[in-house]
């Protein structure tokens, strides 16, 4: 089945999506929780967005070095 098809039915169902990216004050809290240990999979849910937006905003903030092997 073809994702566009998939994201069609979910649309239709009101399944919400997750959001793309972080905003300002959401990018300092994820910072925050990410010192107080939470991992990145757990802040990406507890915010509504992905594991890779989180880790963006990361290492925006410096808190964890940019790893291209990470990536994909």
Request: hydrophobic residues 40%; glycine residues 10%; aromatic residues 2%.
């Amino acid at each position: 089945m073809h994702r566009a098809t998939v994201f069609s039915h979910l649309r239709r169902r009101n399944v919400p999506s997750r959001r793309p990216g972080l905003g300002v004050d959401e990018k300092a809290e994820a910072v925050r929780l990410a010192r107080a240990g939470v991992s990145m999979r757990a802040i990406g849910r507890r915010m509504g967005v992905g594991r890779k937006a989180v880790r963006v905003s990361l290492v925006e903030a410096g808190l964890i070095a940019d790893d291209p092997s990470e990536r994909s």
